[in-house]
């Protein structure tokens, strides 16, 4: 290929993605104009969501609930509760009930876990 056809392809590709880009701020805008028009509150929201991450909602259901760190010597499954592996396990507060009744499982403090991991 010549040099003047590899300029004007790479003219043409640069503006393919200037249209593109610009298609897809005009697509983007007009859905938000809109639910503002339906909705005079999602003003206020609309901005908010975006900044927001998604996880944010599961680590907190997450750490809503107590856990427990049990350290076992076994891998075991028990229908009903869960299962462990051998090590340290984090369960909720239910299950370490449960499972400690077994003799291969005991509590592990949190100094026991940092030991543990290196920490």
């Known amino acids: 290929m010549s040099d003047e056809l590899i300029n004007e392809e790479e003219q043409f590709l640069a503006l393919l993605e200037e249209e593109a880009k610009e298609l897809a701020a005009k697509e983007e805008a007009p859905a938000v104009e809109e639910a503002v028009e339906e909705n005079p509150v999602a003003e206020e929201v609309a901005p908010a969501v975006e900044e ?3 996880k944010a909602a599961k680590v ?3 750490n809503s609930e107590k856990t427990v760190a ?8 028990w229908n009903g509760v869960g299962s462990v592996k051998v090590g ?4 909720t507060e239910e299950q370490a009930e449960k499972w400690l009744t077994r003799n ?10 940092a030991k543990g991991y290196g920490l």
């Open 60 to 62: 907190e259901k997450k």
């Open 104 to 113: 291969h499982i005991t509590v592990a403090t949190p100094e026991d876990v």
């Open 70 to 77: 049990l350290v076992s010597t076994r891998n075991v499954t």
């Open 52 to 54: 927001k991450p998604a």
């Open 88 to 91: 340290y396990n984090i369960v």
